[in-house]
């Protein structure tokens, strides 16, 4: 089975029609002020609209409010939420919508607990842990910490680079992976020559 590949923190048309032209399986939206790559629902909706069929847009959360979660599902067509922070499998259950959970790779994390909690997870992201930072850190954690059994999807993210993530797919076999510092000029503005590069790296893995 080959591994997808999505790129996350997109705020340009540019660079999602880059990424698609590269052969990106996903895109991921992030809707966290806080986020140096946050977006406004206004041109995540452009963006959407202009990308060519049969790529997955992933909307990017970070302990939102559900208001803030509904309002942006209402304007933007996501086809996946991404729970990036510490919600509880309800809060992540109520929206009725396809939804991948994000755990950060702390010392004492039992991930196949982790797996049996959201069950109805589509896929585990499993993210580098870096005190205050919900993601984008550009760091990577020890790789062989991953489960061969979780019995989910894995998504394996946190420091990905072209120069790495050949290695990563050939140690884990991931069924995705997501990088969004690793293919920046700056943060939310993307490198083409570094997404085509990353996605060719996976595909030769």
């Known amino acids: 089975m080959r591994t997808r590949v999505k790129i996350c923190g997109i705020t340009r ?9 590269a052969g990106v399986d996903a895109i991921g939206f992030v809707f966290d002020l806080k986020s140096p790559r946050h977006i406004h629902p206004d ?5 959407a609209r202009a990308l060519p069929p049969f790529i997955t847009v992933v909307g990017l959360f970070v302990n939102a409010a559900p208001d803030t979660i509904e309002g942006v599902l209402s304007h933007v067509p996501l086809d996946l939420i991404q729970f990036h922070g510490n919600e509880k499998p309800e809060q ?36 580098s842990y870096v005190a205050n930072a919900a993601g ?10 991953v489960p061969r059994d979780l019995g989910k999807p894995v998504v394996l993210a946190g420091g990905l680079t072209p120069e790495n993530v050949g290695a990563a797919v050939r140690q884990l076999h991931p ?6 510092s690793g293919v920046e000029q700056d943060k939310g503005v993307k490198d083409a020559g570094k997404m085509s590069a990353f996605i060719e790296a996976v595909r030769t893995a």
């Not at 041109?43 to 963006?47: G, R, S, V």
């Not at 984008?136 to 910490?145: E, L, V």
């Not at 069924?175 to 969004?180: F, H, I, K």
């Open 92 to 127: 992540c259950r109520r929206y009725h919508r396809s939804y991948i959970k994000a755990l950060h790779m702390q010392s004492d994390i039992d991930l196949h607990a982790q797996a049996r909690l959201y069950g109805d997870a589509t896929g585990l992201l499993l993210d």
């Open 13 to 21: 048309i540019e660079d999602a029609l880059a990424a698609a032209q």
């Open 136 to 145: 984008g850190s550009g760091q990577a954690f020890d790789w062989s910490r």
């Open 43 to 47: 041109q995540a909706l452009k963006i």
């Open 175 to 180: 069924y995705a992976v997501d990088v969004s």
